[in-house]
């Protein structure tokens, strides 16, 4: 494992602003990833502060433990959806905010051994935590045509999940997919690349199967149905989104919830400085909501 992290936190002066990290506040960074906004939230708290860093993924967990040393800052190896366990472990009862930057992280992109990316040699595993669950290729294996293409069409708004899904099934006849690479051409095989777009035709299914794999959107309503318990009186929940699936989710459930009011009517998009200097920063939506007074 290297120490270096090629991740870059995605709207960090906003979720800075929206925060108010002061000196001796406590927040939780559900996301930890690459540390970038656990490292900011703990400058500003200071000594006198915590900031509490939950990740699924143990590689991050370890690099943390080693670039954030010195700072206030506890660590845990866990999902965001299991923050208040976490709290209740280290003795806090409500916290100033919480982040929760969805998806994944470039470090993970970045790491060809886990098969997160379609320029990827590495085996389909995509799972944060590599002690838990099924890596994606076992997955696709066990599923029927019919389950695999609803999984691609519901998580990666996939249109051609149906072909997708059938040429997966025919191809694990005789030698089944098991790299990123091997999932990549497949799809492309069977997706029209659009025009005027540099997305890749597999960007989508490779949503997808890291959303199944990881149970993300389940994560992500259990979360939201449990952490506003956990926010001092005008605490904020801040939550970054990268596609409209967890955007929708994230705005219903804060439209829905009596115990919050929402900050941001519309979602906080990244400058065209950042976006240029950042491109993951393109499709973020930054959404805050606010634990109402006395709920």
């Known amino acids: 494992m290297s120490d270096a992290t090629v991740h870059i936190p995605v709207l960090l002066g906003e979720v800075l602003a929206q925060l108010q990290p002061a000196p001796g506040g406590v927040f939780v960074d559900g996301t930890l990833g690459g540390g970038g906004h656990t490292r900011a939230l703990a400058e500003r708290v200071g000594l006198t502060g915590r900031v509490i860093a939950v990740d699924l993924d143990n590689v991050a967990v370890e690099r943390a433990s080693i670039t954030l040393a010195g700072m206030s800052v506890a660590v845990a190896n866990a999902s965001y959806a299991d923050i208040p366990e976490v709290l209740d472990e280290v003795g806090i009862a409500a916290v100033d905010g919480v982040l929760l930057d969805l998806g994944l992280s470039s470090d993970q992109l970045a790491d060809a051994a886990r098969g997160f990316s379609y320029l990827s040699e590495g085996e389909l595993d995509m799972r944060f935590d590599r002690d838990r669950g099924e890596p994606a290729w076992r997955m696709m294996e066990r599923m029927s045509e019919e389950h695999l293409a609803n999984v691609i069409y519901q998580y990666g708004e996939e249109r051609f999940s149906r072909r997708i899904a059938k040429k997966i099934v025919e191809q694990r006849r005789s030698a089944p997919v098991r790299t990123a690479a091997q999932l990549a051409e497949l799809v492309r095989s069977c997706v029209p690349r ?102």
């Open 194 to 295: 659009s025009r005027g777009h540099n997305i890749d035709p597999a960007t989508r299914t490779f949503q997808a199967l890291r959303i199944a794999v990881n149970g993300e959107l389940d994560a992500l309503q259990t979360a939201l149905k449990r952490l506003p318990d956990y926010l001092k009186p005008t605490g904020r929940l801040a939550i970054i989104s990268f596609h409209s699936l967890e955007d929708r989710i994230v705005k219903e459930a804060f439209r829905s919830d009596e115990r919050l009011n929402v900050v941001t009517r519309k979602p906080i998009v990244a400058s065209e400085e950042e976006s240029s200097r950042n491109p993951r920063a393109r499709s973020a939506k930054l959404r805050i909501a606010e634990r109402v007074a006395g709920s």
